[in-house]
């Protein structure tokens, strides 16, 4: 479906079993669950020792921890997050995340990460 203010949408109403894992590297895979224009949330699975290395980008980010536990840098500070923690990401700060437990990561972006389609 296509709009005059938003990208084609992957899905509206999605079931994860639907969504192939994208593989990053070999402790990292993620799925890009829905998007539009404006905003994106892509499911991403770690395993034990994955590392999110540090990067920043113009995008708002706000994630969840939906299983496991990450080690999580933002700017200068870091702190352990688990199971139901969150974070938020300014634009253009450096952030980073190194997993501790084998865990899954539900990250929202504003705007969409075009870089990830």
């Known amino acids: ?5 938003h990208l084609s949408f992957e899905k509206i109403l999605v079931a994860d079993e639907d969504i192939p894992w994208e593989i990053i590297d070999d402790k990292i895979q993620r799925k890009i669950m829905s998007y539009t224009q404006e905003l994106m949330l892509v499911k991403v699975a770690f395993k034990k020792g994955g590392i999110g290395a540090t990067h920043k980008h113009p995008h708002l980010q706000i994630s969840y921890v939906a299983k496991g536990a990450f080690e999580v840098s933002i700017g200068a500070e870091s702190k352990v997050l688990k ?3 969150v974070y938020f990401v300014p634009s253009d700060v450096l952030h980073g995340a190194v997993c501790l437990e084998e865990g899954v990561l539900i990250d929202v972006f504003n705007p969409l990460r075009e870089d990830f389609l």
């Open 1 to 5: 479906m296509k709009t005059s203010n």
């Open 83 to 85: 199971e139901g923690d």
